[in-house]
Structure formats: C-alpha cells, structure tokens
C-alpha cells in the first residue's frame, strides 16, 4: 500500500541508516511523521491534499515501517534526538535546509525534539495527540495511568517486553488501533493489514523507541527545562481533551514549551489524520500561514 501519486525514495540519514520516504507535490517543504503503531500510511489523506501546493515528505521513521531498524546496544539509537537528527538530514538530503514539521503520536515526539534540537531547520511544529515527553510522565499516575499500559510495560529492560510482544503481536498493536479510533471505519483493512504487519516485524526497534522516552529522552527534557529552552516557532497542538480525563490543563503543559502556540482540543479519537484529515489539513495550512 502506498500514498498514490508520491514517488518513493530510500535516503541515506545515518551511519547504517537509510529511510523510506513518500514525496509528492512542489513548493515548500512540510515533512509528515507518523505515530504508534502506524507508517507513513497514516498520512496520506492529509499528504495527498496539502502536496497541491507543498513539497510533502512522508517517511517511515527509523525503526518503523519499510525504514531500516538498527540495534541499540547503549539506550541512544531510538532516542528522540538520535530519530530527530534523522529527519533533519532526511530533508537536507532531499534539498531542503528548513521545513515545517508536523508529527502524530511518536512522531510528535520526533518533531518536537526536532524543534528544540534544530530550530534553524524547522520553520512551523505541529504536534497530534500527544504531550512532551516530561509532562507526558508527569501526568500520568494513579488509576488513571491504566491507559499508558504500554509505557510501563516497554520502559522494562530489553528480553521481557519484546518476548511478550512478539508472542501476540497482532493481538497486542490490534488493540490500540481498535481502542484509540473513534471511527473504526477510518482506518480500512488494508491500512491496518500493513500497519499489523509493519509493527509485527519491528518489535524490538519499537520496544527500543518507547524505552528511549523512559530514559535518555527524559534526560534531554529536564536539560532542556533547566536551560529555559523552548520551542521557538509558531506551533499549532491538536489534541483530545485527556485534562478532563486525568485531571490536568494539557494547554497550560504546552505553553511551557511554545510561546506562539495554537492549541486545539479536537472531538475525533486518537487517529485524527485518519479520522478527520479535512480538520488536520486545515489547521496545518492555518499554522503555515502564521
């Protein structure tokens, strides 16, 4: 399955490393990433809209997809910086110096490390459905944590988790793609098919990626909210309302990190590209416009 009408390259971004990347239309530079468990797939009503007038870049991020997935013997090489790093080269290699940024889920974590890493390269950030990596572990306790299973579950030393996840793969990325859609019809059988086949194939670098976001990724967070340092571009958050779930102002989280923020609450689930790619485009090209 792929996005119809983008051409598909395969770019050099690493030592070792090499991306897959759907890229269509002409004009300036926006790079799509995607979350968890999906690939670039997730974005192709959204892509094929704003390549009208956009040079529009879909990778698989490292570790995901048809994009290469190496070892992580030290805890670095899934994390956001390293996935980061990444992206910015992707572009470069691609011939652009500064693009505009958006990332869902996982991918939102990519981008707003990105952000913070490379201000000069990312023009515009947008974030779906998701919070920064410090806060995301902040809010998350008592009963409430329940929903963030997983995040417990692949902070867990290497062996374990991929053992158990390997065991019912599809049964295990099955279930976030059935309980986090609102629309289940949003996603058709032959996205979830790839999507179920791409993730049972990638355990152990997907395990990797979460348990970076217990550690090292953290680590850059509190480095960075000692030094005072933000996101500096215009950003634009689109999110469901989880403060009124677990208790906390997901708008006064997100301002702590960008000054020029638009922050939205919207009424699709988690999968909102998929779910509502007409609201998802528009606030993307309402954040271009900034």
Request: glycine share 8%; aromatic share 8%.
């Amino acid at each position: 399955m792929k996005i119809e009408g983008f051409a598909y390259r395969r770019v050099q971004v690493a030592d070792g490393v090499a991306l897959n990347a759907a890229v269509g239309g002409s004009g300036s530079p926006v790079v799509l990433l995607h979350g968890f468990p999906q690939t670039h797939l997730m974005w192709r009503h959204v892509a094929a809209d704003l390549a009208a007038d956009h040079t529009v870049i879909a990778p698989d991020l490292r570790g995901y997809g048809d994009s290469d997935k190496p070892a992580d013997p030290d805890g670095t090489a899934y994390s956001k910086r390293t996935m980061a790093a990444d992206i910015v080269a992707l572009a470069r290699e691609l011939g652009h110096d500064r693009f505009a940024l958006a990332g869902h889920d996982r991918g939102a974590l990519v981008a707003i490390r990105a952000g913070l890493d490379h201000p000069d390269a990312v023009t515009h950030l947008a974030s779906l459905d998701v919070l920064p990596t410090l806060d995301m572990w902040d809010v998350m306790h008592g009963v409430g944590g329940a929903i963030g299973f997983h995040l417990y579950l692949m902070a867990q030393p290497p062996g374990l988790p991929e053992q158990m996840i390997s065991a019912s793969a599809d049964a295990f990325f099955g279930h976030f793609l059935d309980l986090w859609a609102n629309n289940p019809d949003a996603i058709p059988a032959e996205a979830r098919a790839a999507y179920l086949k791409a993730s049972r194939e990638a355990v152990p670098s997907i395990v990797a990626d979460y348990r970076a976001s217990a550690g090292v990724d953290v680590e850059h967070d509190r480095a960075d909210r000692a030094a005072g340092r933000t996101l500096t571009m215009p950003v634009t958050v689109l999110q469901q309302d989880w403060g009124a779930a677990l208790g906390f102002d997901a708008a006064g989280l997100w301002r702590a990190w960008a000054g020029d923020l638009d922050h939205r609450t919207v009424s699709c689930g988690h999968y909102m590209a998929e779910e509502a790619p007409a609201e998802v485009t528009k606030a993307l090209r309402d954040l271009l416009a900034r």
